[in-house]
């Protein structure tokens, strides 16, 4: 049995979520509708055991109330007498009515299915993840469920950036600490996909290679300088995350890279910086408009050839 009612905002159980599948709603445009034309969809509750409402649907609905201060609510009283699993049920198909599920909503709804209503995993498989349009896998079953597992703040910092699945792995890997010591790099450094693989590959490879920590090497004075430099832009912070990342990550090349820089400096000549010194060249490229700009490149090269520096560049090849 149904009761259309007129329910006070006192009445209702904010801190019961055991319904709930939204995380991080998006509320501005709701907001903005509700206060035009006050809340036209009744919200879905059920009388609980403490005496308050049970919210079954119409959490985003029920917050907005909360942010402006409407009561009473309009409501749908549902009786006791219905399973709890095809409440949840309504709960999830509602969001699905209105919006596509972040990968956080995806997981909670997979957790409490096995967690909270004790749904098989067979179940999940057959009945809910066509639903919720995923491909039947045990790797995505797992997946879902470690990632409520993750920090919360990292948890938000993946919707906003929308990450894909796989990246998302890749901080699974991590410590719930060393995932809280990534989250200012999320907030601060501009951050492409692709970038941010690379940056969480380095970070790894630099970890195996020399026995350090991730704290350690996430906590190094040079990022954290870089990330409080208010001066920089996000991207700006990420290019020179790159650099100090490229030194560690491989410091012989570095050391060669700065130190042809300096002699090239001295030389004072258009000389091209090998990639990987490895192929025992370096090349020289010049351009000139007439005969004397020609001159004076011949005369740079002739004096170029009596310098110490040529002979040190030459022996790093």
């Known amino acids: 049995m149904r009761v259309l009612s007129q329910v006070d ?37 059920r009388k609980s055991d403490s005496g308050k409402y049970q919210i079954i649907s119409g959490f985003r609905r029920f917050y907005v109330a909360q942010a402006l201060n409407l009561s009473p609510l309009p409501a749908v009283l ?141 906590g190094d004075i040079e990022f954290q300088k870089i990330l409080e430099d208010t001066h920089l832009t996000g991207k700006q912070k990420y290019y020179n995350l790159r650099e100090v990342l490229k030194a560690k990550r491989y410091p012989q090349l570095t050391a060669l890279q700065d130190r042809f820089t300096s002699l090239k400096k001295k030389l004072d000549l258009p000389l091209e910086q090998p990639d990987f010194f490895e192929n025992n060249k370096v090349q020289l490229k010049f351009s000139f408009r007439d005969k004397k700009e020609f001159e004076s490149l011949v005369q740079k090269m002739n004096t170029a050839l009596l310098q110490p520096e040529l002979e040190d560049i030459l022996k790093d090849l």
């Open 9 to 45: 905002l006192t009445e209702i159980d904010f801190e019961d979520k055991t319904f709930e599948v939204c995380f991080l709603p998006q509320l501005e445009h709701l907001k903005k509708s509700i206060e035009r034309v006050g809340i036209v969809t009744p919200l879905t509750l």
């Open 78 to 218: 549902i009786e006791d007498s219905i399973l709890s699993i095809d409440l949840f049920n309504t709960s999830v198909e509602e969001s699905l009515f209105n919006r596509k599920l972040n990968l956080v909503e995806v997981a909670i709804v997979i957790q409490k299915l096995k967690s909270t209503f004790d749904v098989s995993k067979e179940d999940i498989f057959q009945k809910y993840f066509p639903r919720l349009g995923i491909q039947r896998s045990e790797r995505l079953f797992q997946f879902y469920c470690e990632l409520t597992l993750l920090d919360l703040g990292v948890q938000a910092l993946m919707v906003q950036m929308d990450l894909p699945i796989h990246l998302v792995e890749e901080f699974m890997r991590y410590t719930l600490p060393e995932q809280k010591l990534l989250i200012p790099f999320l907030e601060k450094v501009h951050f492409s996909v692709s970038t941010l693989q690379d940056f969480l590959i380095w970070i790894d490879e630099i970890s195996v290679r020399d026995d350090l920590e991730i704290e350690k090497i996430l």
